[in-house]
């Protein structure tokens, strides 16, 4: 039985099973046996019925795997199953079809790895340009389960950052904005005010009130 000495080694349909059993609260034995179920292949049943020589090397070997760390390297291009998929050019270039559907789906990033994957990496056969369809998306949910970890992990990760700057300076800009917006309206309604316009709305302004309002604004 081999065992991967490198977590992007694991295909991520194994690494999202992996992480779960990690952070699950069994007993150090129980989860030990359960990880060396996903990355071997072997039913559980299979891995308790080993002789102790078999288990105790297994064990160690195990243990180099959970040691280790992702790649953050970002892969632009990658290949998977055949099909070539490439990486979206940045974060401020996903659509607003890509980008609900990553909040969709990013509350539960570990059980939607492949899902998270399906958005920022897009088939893009050679000669063809990549674009982002719900039936591509589908497809690609599927194919990305095969991909290694290595080939996805560093551009995941760098995207999840990048999204929650963006989002985080949108809800700031936005904030700005309405504060902006609520002087403005303080000057305009005491404008209106000084002026004798009726403050029932700027929507039943007169021409002649209109006129006024803009002469005391300039």
Not at 50 to 63: E, M, V
Not at 106 to 123: C, G
Not at 147 to 171: M, P, T, Y
Request: contains cysteine; proline residues 2%; positive net charge.
């Amino acid at each position: 039985m081999r065992i991967p000495s490198k977590i992007d080694k694991l295909k991520v349909k194994d690494y999202i099973r992996f992480l779960e059993a990690e952070r699950s609260r069994m007993d150090a034995l129980d989860k030990a046996n359960k990880l060396l179920s996903i990355v071997t292949g072997k039913s559980l049943d299979y891995i308790e019925n080993l002789d102790l020589s078999t288990l105790d090397y297994l064990y160690k070997k195990l243990a180099v795997l959970r040691a280790s760390k992702p790649s953050m390297k970002v892969k632009k291009v990658i290949w998977v199953k055949g099909k070539r998929f490439r990486l979206v050019k940045s974060e401020k270039h996903l659509n607003a079809n890509q980008f609900v559907t990553w909040e969709t789906f990013n509350d539960d990033p570990i059980r939607n790895y492949n899902k998270l994957a399906s958005v920022i990496y897009l088939r893009s056969p050679l000669l063809k340009k990549a674009k982002f369809t719900s039936d591509g998306f589908t497809e690609n949910v599927e194919l990305l389960m095969e991909a290694k970890v290595g080939q996805v992990f560093g551009a995941l990760f760098f995207c999840r950052r990048k999204l929650e700057k963006l989002k985080s300076d949108s809800q700031l800009y936005t904030k700005e904005a309405e504060m902006m917006i609520a002087e403005h309206m303080k000057v305009i309604h005491k404008v209106l005010a000084d002026s004798g316009v009726n403050m029932d709305g700027i929507t039943s302004l007169t021409a002649q009130q209109a006129e006024i309002l803009f002469s005391k604004m300039n």
